[in-house]
């Protein structure tokens, strides 16, 4: 504080007339006393007030309010020789915060040690609290998701030692991991994913979106109330509450699992009042004013640090890319810097308090992977900083009042490859429209694409095209297609027709329509309702076959996308919302490279490449999951599916000396 007075001229200690430096010492120290203990005692107070306040506006306010304090402090200063500009005092607060969450690690000659000597703390103080009751003896599972992390990733990261703590689990002297690859169904996202890990089902969720005909909705699985929805459907398809009804936690995810303590659980960001849960995570976390601070300034630097790498990729000129812009660098640092410090407190906190079953996600390495790519110097840096989060959880286990099994698990991965946008110039909905005789931006009208697409609806319809546009303009526009995106999956829906469409429905209404999409160098293969065969799958050149007749050995317009295609195209196909038209992109087996029909450069949500290859790195400790492939690199796993993924964390629960009981949901997730 003397040093700030010295330096900042609106900001002083003594009196215009001079004080003694012995009065000016003790007005510092009184200054600072006061300020630390108002920050002790006013600061929980007030971060539980703004509990309903977005965590990114409460870390833009973290500044102000700690500015708040010390004019309150200098008030309050028995010496009555302080002062300071508001501007000012935002600005020594905060290097005040700073230098106090930083003294203790400076003064020890390695951060883990001094946070080692914290952890002894905390834990001396929850077993003094604890005297006399007898803490589980059983082991706790911590489930950790690193959203996005392929298989293949992974095994890099560890071969680099970029992730040298992941490295010592699986490859070290002893190694006390094992690497499990596993495969998602064809919608390879998180909400479908992570639904099925712990609800045990992901049934009725085609894509990340999706158009639902009889509520004449677009679901969306990060959006709350879809999320909320999708969670109610899930626990009563199963008749259960999910993976944490017993003592359970869950952190930074979609879905809560069953458990009672949730931390920025979307299923519940809906809600209003005492029921929302889930923003009480933030009070754990932000009511410490040094952690707020600190994570205010590291969310300043990740938003600079994006800004630097998003100029240097546009100077190097470097392809694909995609835009970086407006509010995505102020999202990135909310994902890899507020999520992980607060879902990363959470999970310590859940481990000292001896809870049996953890559930966290952790979303860095997907927000960056999808505008900087799967490989790269962006995404290194965030795996590095995964790594030294899970260190930091395995440092908490030993300080917990009951031993714990570490897994490490992700729910999808990533494929890279340029948009369907850049490389044909048009977008999946300007090609539907164009197919369907529709009007079309002028710069879509002109690229080659647009113009096959022209060329086939006339052929079709035997006349111009503009002739059947200017005729029949207000009775297309009632019945014109809705196309949506998951990464490389499109759904095209008639929002017109109560129920799924078939494909002889299709070319009666739009003749050139499919047959535009599948001979699409872009497109892999469409799936559609058939009156005749069922589910049929189109290719190119007039491929037709139906998903009966599909399997591995015989994939007919599957055979690039691999083992396991046929069959979840099949299961995709008898879901009660699956869209109209599914349309997956094409994909290159030898780059494994796939068109995302979003703006992203690495992306998910469909078939082909990374995308659908996971992983679960588990304890030895815990039994393997059974017919599973655990060979480096090996796809040729057994383990298939969401929903088989948590039967095996259902089963490591009970090993865990459980059983873990189904439990039914809250009466608000029963509700319709």
């Not at 309010?65 to 008030?75: D, F, R, T, V, Y």
């Not at 501007?87 to 040690?113: C, F, I, P």
């Not at 109610?232 to 017993?246: I, K, N, P, Q, S």
């Not at 303590?261 to 004013?289: I, K, M, Q, T």
Request: net charge neutral; with cysteine.
């Amino acid at each position: 504080m003397l040093v700030l007075a010295g330096a900042l001229p609106d900001f002083r200690l003594q009196s215009p007339s001079g004080d003694s430096a012995t009065r000016i010492a003790v007005t510092a120290a009184a200054g600072a006393g006061v300020f630390g203990l108002l920050s002790a005692l006013v600061w929980p107070l007030l971060v539980r007030t703004l509990l309903l306040v977005p965590a990114f506006v409460l870390g833009l306010l973290v500044f102000f309010l700690n500015g708040s304090l010390l004019l309150i402090a200098l008030w309050l200063n028995p010496s009555g020789h302080g002062d300071a500009a508001p501007e000012t005092a935002v600005v020594v607060a905060a290097v005040m915060s700073a230098v106090a969450s930083a003294t203790g690690a400076a003064l020890a000659v390695r951060d883990d040690d001094a946070y080692r000597r914290r952890l002894y703390r905390l834990a001396d103080r929850r077993r003094r609290r604890a005297a006399g009751l007898p803490g589980p003896s059983t082991p706790g599972v911590v489930f950790l998701q690193l959203d996005g992390v392929g298989h293949d990733v992974l095994r890099e990261a560890i071969d680099r030692n970029l992730m040298p703590t992941a490295a010592r689990w699986l490859d070290g002297p002893r190694p006390t991991h094992r690497l499990t690859p596993w495969r998602t169904d064809w919608s390879s996202q998180t909400g479908a994913s992570q639904l099925g890990i712990l609800h045990g089902t992901n049934h009725d969720v085609p894509a990340f979106r999706w158009y639902e005909k009889d509520t004449q909705e677009v679901m969306v699985c990060n959006r709350p109330t879809s999320a909320a929805e999708l969670q109610r459907r899930a626990v009563a398809y199963t008749g259960d509450g999910g993976l944490l009804t017993v003592d359970g936690a869950s952190r930074g995810n979609l879905f809560g699992g069953g458990a009672d303590e949730l931390a920025l659980v979307l299923s519940v960001a809906a809600r209003r009042g005492r029921d929302n849960r889930s923003r009480a995570g933030y009070f754990a976390y932000f009511s410490d004013p040094a952690n707020a601070v600190r994570t205010a300034m590291s969310f300043v630097a990740e938003v600079f640090r994006e800004t630097g790498q998003s100029t240097r990729a546009r100077l190097q000129r470097r392809r694909p890319r995609v835009g970086r812009g407006g509010l995505y660098p102020f999202v990135r640092a909310f994902a890899t810097v507020v999520e992980r410090d607060v879902v990363v407190a959470a999970v310590i906190g859940d481990m000292l308090a001896g809870r049996n079953a953890v559930y966290a996600d952790l979303v860095a390495y997907d927000e960056v992977a999808h505008h900087s790519g799967p490989r790269g110097r962006d995404t290194e840096k965030i795996l590095e900083r995964l790594d030294r989060s899970l260190a930091l959880i395995e440092k908490v286990a030993e300080h917990a009042p009951r031993p714990y099994r570490i897994v490490v698990l992700s729910d999808h991965g990533q494929s890279p490859g340029e948009t369907f946008l850049s490389r044909y110039g048009l977008g999946l909905g300007d090609l539907v429209r164009a197919g369907c005789g529709l009007p079309v931006p002028r710069r879509a009208r002109r690229t080659h694409s647009g113009a096959e697409a022209r060329t086939a609806v006339r052929a079709a319809l035997r006349r111009p095209v503009e002739e059947r546009e200017e005729r029949d303009g207000p009775a297309t526009r009632r019945s014109e297609p809705l196309v949506l995106a998951s990464g490389n999956l499109g759904l095209v829906s008639f929002p017109d027709v109560a129920h799924r469409m078939s494909r002889e429905e299709i070319d009666r209404r739009h003749p050139a329509l499919l047959s535009t999409l599948a001979n699409h160098p872009g497109v892999g293969f469409l799936l559609v309702r058939s009156e005749e065969h069922g589910g049929l799958v189109l290719g190119a050149h007039g491929v037709e076959v139906p998903v009966d007749r599909l399997d591995d050995e015989h994939p007919g317009p599957l055979a690039d996308f691999g083992p396991g295609a046929a069959a979840a195209v099949r299961r995709t196909h008898t879901f009660p919302h699956t869209a109209d038209i599914m349309v997956n992109s094409w994909y290159d087996p030898v780059e494994g490279e796939v068109l995302a029909f979003e703006e992203q450069i690495g992306s998910h949500g469909g078939l082909g490449g990374a995308q659908g290859h996971p992983f679960l790195l588990s304890p030895l400790t815990l039994s393997a999951p059974a017919g599973a492939d655990t060979e480096p690199g090996g796809h040729g796993t057994a383990l298939v599916g969401a929903e088989r993924v948590h039967e095996v964390l259902r089963g490591w629960l009970r090993e865990c000396d459980g059983p873990q009981i189904p439990l039914p949901a809250h009466p608000d997730e029963q509700a319709a």
